[in-house]
């Protein structure tokens, strides 16, 4: 059974920075494309970053060069960096898979983690 899980969300204050984690199971890693999109409740889940197995990577524009994403082919996981938090940063962050690199669309990934909420204060 494929499984993602994501972690070390938080609650940080504006410009602090956080690293989340995606660990995968079940998974045939190598095939897939990874991305992270976030989801604040009210609204349409949204594109953040994603990266192909071999290391190019696509970000929305709202990142503003803020973001990294990165992967780790020797233990199946994914991480998003995010430096210089803004308040309108909070939301639940999804890592996801894809056998196709750069799809920005939610409908276009077959595997979902459950989130894991980043909250940013003022």
């Known amino acids: 059974q494929v499984q993602l899980v994501e972690s070390g969300g938080g609650s940080v204050q504006s410009g602090d920075s956080i690293k989340l984690s995606c660990a995968t199971f079940g998974l045939a890693f190598r095939l897939y494309a990874m991305a992270w999109f976030r989801q604040t409740p009210g609204k349409a889940r949204e594109f953040v970053a994603a990266v192909d197995w071999s290391g190019p990577t696509k970000y929305a524009d709202f990142v503003e060069g803020r973001f990294t994403v990165s992967r780790d082919n020797g233990r199946n996981l994914v991480f998003l960096e995010m430096n210089n938090l803004k308040p309108e940063d909070t939301a639940s962050y999804y890592c996801?898979?894809?056998?196709?690199?750069?799809?920005?669309?939610?409908?276009?990934?077959?595997?979902w983690g459950q989130g894991t909420q980043v909250t940013v204060s003022s």
């Open positions: 996801a898979a894809a056998l196709n690199f750069g799809m920005t669309t939610p409908n276009d990934y077959t595997y």
